[in-house]
């Protein structure tokens, strides 16, 4: 593509150097540049592209699209930017000639639910012929081939390469994760949906947005992008807020209250819940195979957004009935023994209080969790994590989970003070490998043991670094001795 076409009507600040190259590839990443290709110099949380510019050159750039001053080289086409990591979503999308464009974009928001509901829509939507793309905490799904992502909302580069493979791959639909970091980061900036789902807003992430209100403006972002329907939350406080915004048609949906589309008749089992799907003075008795209030919210907004597709409630009933449950979500590990091992995502209070709720109804011995909280991110969660786990388990073992740069005797420390604010039977073992193993040595029949946190990750992050750690196998592989 020629780099002045590529530039298109960005508002270029200045420019050196020729506009009539051939442009055959564009990073941001110096080190995936390669002949005649287009070098964004992006500024991040820990680097600086700027620092990389003479390493994107060795390695064959072209043009550098750049956003401060430099040394410059004749030979070499620059163009100044007020932003460079604005500009990435706008060359990414002409590059790869706007792939969001050819889709219908779901987008969904909210604290906790995003990634089960974006699964529930998928299966609704294949069910009904319509070939759906997936993109989320687990990554990238097409054709049944996961891709590993570094985000839950990618950024603009690697989302619209994505979004292009989908379009490529014959996909009609994406059903998309989207974060509050990436709404208040700009990485959807130059997407569209068609419909934005609100689940919910509890605290979470306030180490980067400070406060409840912040975190909430960010996630707001996300209904002004919707050109068909938002489907909102209205059991949720914030919910209700977002549907005075009349920025585009609205279903709501609800357990506490009668929204658009609502559950009745509710039973609930410890492996599935059984409840009536209303809409439109029309009912249909839902069997979905994951426990839980919380399942119940994520199979709404998912009917509602087949709904707001047109879809008939019997293909909204076959989508969610056949949904076995979600990796790293309730998910129960084959042990073949008489106590139970649950996996379980949840790292937040609301998160854990959810699941453990589900424990309550259902334990016939006791409930053993194993947790920790994530180093570098919002501290005042962690007493409220602890008090959380500490008012519903017979035992708690506190341990690590992704400390990151941070001490993790110092993370448990501040878990223990919610803890403390309980009667809990309690230990601390800083190695989670040796947490899990103790919690399972001391599991009796009928106990659960919760390991939370973890989810579907297959790994644990330590300094800068990923370290592989499976909890499935950890746990598989202490019972086989």
Known sequence: MILKELLGNYPVLRSEGCLDLDIIGIEHDSRMIKEKHIFIAKKGFIDNGHLHIQEAIDNGAIAIVLS?????????????????????????????????????????????????????????????????????????????????????????????????????????????????????????????????????????????????????????????KTDKFNIINIDDEYGKRIIDLHTASTLTYSLKNIGDIYASNIVYFIDKVKFLLNYNKKSIEINLNVPGRFSIYNALAAAACGIALNLELDIIKKGLESIQGVEGRFEVVPINKGFTVIIDFAHTADGLENVLQILDQFAEGRKIVVFGAGGNRDRNKRPEMGEAVGNHADIAIVTSDNPRMEDPILIIEDVLEGIKRTSIDYKTIEDRKEAIEYALNIAKPKDIVLLAGKGHERYIIKGNKKYPFDERKIVLDYLRG
């Not at 460079?84 to 974009?105: H, M, W």
């Not at 529930?120 to 992502?149: F, P, Q, V």
């Not at 974060?179 to 180490?207: E, P």
Request: hydrophobic share 35%; aromatic share 10%.
């Open 68 to 224: 401060e001053e430099i040394h410059t080289l004749s030979n070499i086409t620059y163009i100044w930017v007020e932003n460079s990591n604005d500009v990435i979503g706008f060359l990414a999308s002409r590059f790869y000639d706007f792939p969001q464009n050819k889709l219908k974009l779901i987008g969904i928001t909210g604290t906790n639910g995003k990634t089960s509901t974006t699964y529930y829509i998928r299966s609704i939507l294949e069910e009904s012929g319509l070939r759906t793309g997936l993109i989320g905490t687990i990554g990238a799904l097409m054709d049944g081939e996961k891709e590993n992502l570094n985000n839950t909302t990618p950024e603009p580069l690697v989302l619209i390469r994505t979004l292009k493979s989908m379009v490529d791959n014959n996909i009609t639909t994406c059903v998309m994760e989207v974060s509050s970091h990436a709404l208040a980061l700009k990485r959807v900036d130059y997407l569209n949906f068609d419909i934005g789902i609100f689940t919910n807003l509890t605290k979470d992430h306030l180490d980067y947005h400070n406060t409840m209100e912040e975190y909430f403006q960010s996630k707001l972002k996300l209904f002004y």
